[in-house]
């Protein structure tokens, strides 16, 4: 039987955050239809339209900006299992240069690559330990996991109407201006649950973009003609898809963790929202 693995230096944990059951619809009701049809009703894509990227989307280097990146790795953070967070605050620097790397590196790449580089580190991490990798590996690795799960989230980066690859630096943007003002919710570990295959759970993520990249495509070009985001309101569909990108975003890299450290003998019983009992990810 394998023993819990021990994270060392232990560090005070950071207070648990107060994610929501849902996004903003309580704030600003006239939302919930859009939301509602983004979580509710989304297509059925094979996977070369989902992967699919333009050329012109391709080339964009364009990526979060620093506040949005650090706020998806704190919640991601702070939905880890304690052991493992009190590792990787140990470790604050080599896993945020873990996601950057991935952010920078991954940023023009098509989406299929970024995919497969997803799924790559994903399998390597649980192989560190067992080759004596110092924990500086593991911690780098999985900020490479969380980065390229965090671009897989961007909803315009695919690209399927030329139009995103005009709009996607600014929402981008858009996104730091006004995140101070975003409620993120987290999915729960069955809402999808990662059983294992990345691939296919990331591919069920990616089928939704299209719908995602049509509501903020709307708000950018409501009678044809580009508008300024600084006209976008608060209840707009471009805040609330934002919204919907920094929850799935923090779920899909917590759930991704959690498998990780779990496959590797890690203690998972003090995870937040993680409740033995319940059926949950395993």
Not at 42 to 51: G, I, Y
Not at 153 to 171: E, F, K
Not at 184 to 194: I, N
Not at 226 to 254: C, I, K, M, P, Y
Request: glycine residues 4%; contains cysteine.
């Amino acid at each position: 039987m394998k023993q819990p693995m021990r994270a060392t230096p232990r560090f005070p944990s950071p207070p648990v955050p107060r994610f929501f059951p849902c996004f903003s619809v309580f704030l600003f009701p006239c939302l919930f239809p859009f939301l509602a049809g983004l979580l509710l009703s989304v297509p059925a894509l094979s996977l070369s339209a989902a992967t699919a990227q333009s050329p012109a989307a391709a080339q964009s280097a364009a990526t979060y900006g620093p506040a949005t990146t650090k706020r998806m790795t704190d919640l991601t953070l702070r939905l880890a299992p304690v052991a493992l967070r009190n590792a990787l605050l140990a470790y604050r620097t080599d896993l945020d240069r873990g996601v950057s790397d991935a952010l920078t590196g991954y940023a023009p790449k098509p989406t299929v690559d970024v995919l497969d580089a997803a799924v790559r580190e994903f399998d390597l991490v649980p192989t560190l330990l067992q080759t004596t990798e110092p924990f500086q590996q593991v911690a780098y690795h999985m900020g490479m996991t969380a980065g390229l799960i965090y671009l897989l989230n961007d909803p315009l980066r695919a690209g399927q109407d030329p139009r995103a690859a005009q709009v996607r630096a600014d929402y981008l943007a858009y996104m730091e201006r006004k995140l101070p003002l975003m409620v993120v919710a987290f999915d729960g570990y069955d809402s999808p649950p990662l059983k294992g295959d990345l691939r296919s759970y990331l591919i069920q993520r990616l089928e939704s973009m299209p719908r995602y990249e049509k509501a903020v495509l709307f708000c950018y070009f409501p009678h044809g003609k580009r508008v300024s985001s600084d006209t976008f309101d608060d209840r707009s569909n471009a805040f609330g898809v934002a919204e919907v990108v920094l929850s799935h975003a923090a779920s899909d890299a917590a759930k991704s963790w959690f498998y990780m450290w779990k496959s590797m003998g890690g203690d998972v019983a003090a995870t937040p929202f993680y409740h033995p009992g319940e059926k949950r990810a395993s």
